[in-house]
């Protein structure tokens, strides 16, 4: 059973980047589509942006394009989640997961990683 396991939340300025890594312990598949998903407090869970784990297509929120990169590194069955320009919007808890398409279908999931901007 893959676990997944966030990191690089924290406390961040506005304008800001902030990099966010997902490292899945386990083995991944082609098949398998890497996911990040935001939850802001009394909001519901969002969808951020995913990458195949076969090649480089990658997805993202319309509200976030332009302000995000994903990205993997196999090697280290890592997922990364680069935002910059950060907002105070921005203020969620951020949780990686792994699905089998782009947008949802997610089964497996991290236990989250707060992120907090401050103005």
């Known amino acids: 059973q893959v676990q997944l396991l966030e990191s690089g939340g924290g406390l961040v300025q506005a304008g800001d980047s902030l990099r966010l890594s997902c490292e899945a312990s386990g083995r991944l598949f082609s098949s398998h589509v890497m996911g990040w998903f935001r939850q802001a407090p009394g909001k519901a869970r969002e969808f951020v942006a995913s990458i195949r784990w076969s090649d480089q297509r990658s997805y993202y929120a319309d509200s976030m394009k332009g302000r995000l990169a994903i990205s993997k590194d196999k090697a280290k069955n890592t997922v990364y989640l680069q935002i910059d320009r950060v907002q105070p919007e921005d203020t969620a808890v951020y949780y990686c997961?792994?699905?089998?398409?782009?947008?949802?279908?997610?089964?497996?999931w991290g236990p989250g990683t707060q992120v907090t901007v401050s103005s």
């Open positions: 997961a792994r699905g089998t398409s782009p947008y949802d279908d997610y089964r497996v």
